[in-house]
């Protein structure tokens, strides 16, 4: 049983999901799908790296900074996107452009996902050195 069929897909057979998107195979349900690991793989991330911080609520707010910080970013970069990839040829419409970018951002997410329990190693086996754990995680976030 395949819990989350288009992450895999996504993970797994890239082509393959990208080629549905080309070939306006996917559904609204795929879409919700990588939205939900992207937010809840951007807010896990956001909540293990907040655990450097004494305070509860450094929880809540990184690990919604981290959602705004990728989802915003991508937002903000889109319409260049698009208008470059135009410039340049490409016939992908707004739609299929934008489904490309909900790809990049879940494999983000689960790329970050998966780097979380590095990063909640070195924050509890580290000292109180919080310079080494905010240049690890933003290493992180580069590398994701």
């Not at 807010?43 to 919604?64: C, D, E, N, Q, R």
């Amino acid at each position: 049983m395949n819990i989350l069929p288009t992450t895999s897909l996504l993970l797994k057979q890239q082509t393959k999901l990208f080629d549905d998107i080309l070939n306006k195979k996917i559904k609204p349900v795929h879409v919700v799908e990588l939205l939900l690991v992207s937010l809840l793989g951007l807010a896990a991330f956001g909540a293990v790296i907040s655990l450097a911080f004494p305070h509860w609520w450094h929880t809540l707010a990184l690990s919604w900074k981290m959602i705004v910080l990728i989802f915003g970013s991508q937002a903000l970069c889109l319409p260049a996107l698009y208008v470059f990839s135009s410039i340049r040829g490409s016939r992908l419409t707004l739609t299929q452009l934008i489904l490309y970018v909900v790809a990049g951002v879940t494999t983000t997410a689960v790329v970050l996902v998966s780097l979380a329990p590095i990063s909640w190693f070195f924050t509890w086996s580290t000292d109180g050195n919080t310079e080494i754990i905010q240049v690890m995680n933003t290493l992180m976030i580069g590398l994701s």
